[in-house]
Every structure is written in C-alpha cells, then in structure tokens.
T-cell receptor, first 113, second 111 residues
Framework: NAGVTQTPKFRVLKTGQSMTLLCAQDMNHEYMYWYRQDPGMGLRLIHYSVGEGTTAKGEVPDGYNVSRLKKQNFLLGLESAAPSQTSVYFC????????????FGAGTRLSVL | QQQVKQSPQSLIVQKGGISIINCAYENTAFDYFPWYQQFPGKGPALLIAIRPDVSEKKEGRFTISFNKSAKQFSLHIMDSQPGDSATYFCAASKGAQKLVFGQGTRLTINP
C-alpha cells in the first residue's frame, strides 16, 4: 500500500522556469493538501481540495496553481519560479471525517536558482 | 498570522529524560489538537491527538496535556530515547477543516 506518493523527489529550477509537482494517493481520500516547509516556519498550507474538481487557497497561495482532475491526484504548478519558492513541498490527504488525520508524502525538495 | 505558536524551536534532552514541547493557540473554535512527528527526509506522521473535552491523553511514553482555559497544550515524552530524535509539530483544527501547524521543534536525544 503506497499511501501518498510525490514526484519528483528533488528538482533544481532556474528563475522563471515552470514545473509541476505530482501527488498521488491510493487511500480514496476526499481531501488533499499542498504545504511548504521552511526552517522556523512550520508547515504552511498553499492550496487544498475537498473533492475532485474543487480547489481552494490556503495561507500562502501566491505564485502557485493547483488542479484536482482525478480524485487520487493533486497537482501543484509553479508558472514562473522565484528563489523565494525554494522549499520542501509536502502533499497530504485525509478522509472527510471529523478526525482530520492527514497522511503525508515524503516531500519534494525544490531549489530555485 | 500565526494561530498556533510552538516552543522551543530546538530541544536537547539526555536519554531517559522527559522532553516537553509547548503550544498555544488563539482560536477558541479549534476542537482537534494533533501532534505530528517527522524524521529527516520523511513526511510528518500523526503521533497522538486530543480533543478539548479531556485534559490529558496518554499513549505509551507520549502524553498530551491540555489546558482549555489557558489555550495551551503540550507534548511530554517520558523516558526519551535516541530514536525519538525528530522534529515535532503541534497543530489545531476546527472539525474536518484544514490544520494549522506550529513552527516545529527539533528534538535531539543524547545517548
């Protein structure tokens, strides 16, 4: 049982380049999330989705776009990467029940030069 | 706007000692308070969680203490072991809504 899988694991971009991070979950979860983790800042929510075809902004959405075309996949896009987007990105998923137990992927380490 | 404040940022404890990490929240509507544990190179994983109708929850060596009037909760790790060395995040949410995470505490247990 794979759980939450993120690809790629590492990526280096030049300023202005674009890329898409892929998150896939095999637990039939309704909710999916994208976070960024920076030293001393904890986990900050970028965008999230409460179901297929729906997305919503989190705490730090600027510079990112997302899509949830299939229930099991949640894509995070950077249209024009900036050095401030250098971070570790985590995807998570959860059931729609009240406990809000989130299951995280292993992360994508992104450097923007 | 940091709704959940966590301290300390880093903590060093001797093997066998008690590790204590504290969190304070602002939103009185929060009704679910989990702690996540993250090892290097891995994603966070749920460790233990509590709801505000109880003041303490214990699972093995891990205990959450909850003070509703002070809007604070803490994680206690008894008999701390080197394998407990990790980053710990507290979080809070209202129902099934999105979690708000604290800043994280890097815990090191010296052998």
């Amino acid at each position: 049982n794979a759980g939450v899988t993120q690809t790629p694991k590492f990526r280096v971009l030049k300023t202005g380049q674009s890329m898409t991070l892929l998150c896939a979950q095999d637990m039939n979860h309704e909710y999916m999330y994208w976070y960024r983790q920076d030293p001393g800042m904890g986990l900050r929510l970028i965008h999230y989705s409460v179901g297929e075809g729906t997305t919503a902004k989190g705490e730090v959405p600027d510079g990112y776009n997302v899509s949830r075309l299939k229930k099991q996949n949640f894509l995070l896009g950077l249209e024009s990467a900036a050095p401030s987007q250098t971070s570790v990105y985590f995807c998570a998923s959860s059931y729609s029940g009240s406990k809000n137990i989130q299951y995280f992927g292993a992360g994508t380490r992104l450097s923007v030069l | 706007q940091q709704q959940v404040k966590q301290s300390p940022q880093s903590l060093i404890v001797q093997k066998g000692g008690i590790s204590i990490i504290n969190c304070a929240y602002e939103n009185t509507a929060f009704d679910y308070f989990p702690w996540y544990q993250q090892f290097p190179g891995k994603g966070p994983a749920l460790l233990i969680a509590i709801r505000p109708d109880v003041s303490e929850k214990k699972e093995g060596r891990f205990t959450i203490s909850f003070n509703k009037s002070a809007k604070q909760f803490s994680l206690h790790i008894m008999d701390s072991q080197p394998g407990d060395s990790a980053t710990y995040f507290c979080a809070a949410s209202k129902g099934a809504q999105k979690l708000v995470f604290g800043q994280g505490t890097r815990l090191t247990i010296n052998p």
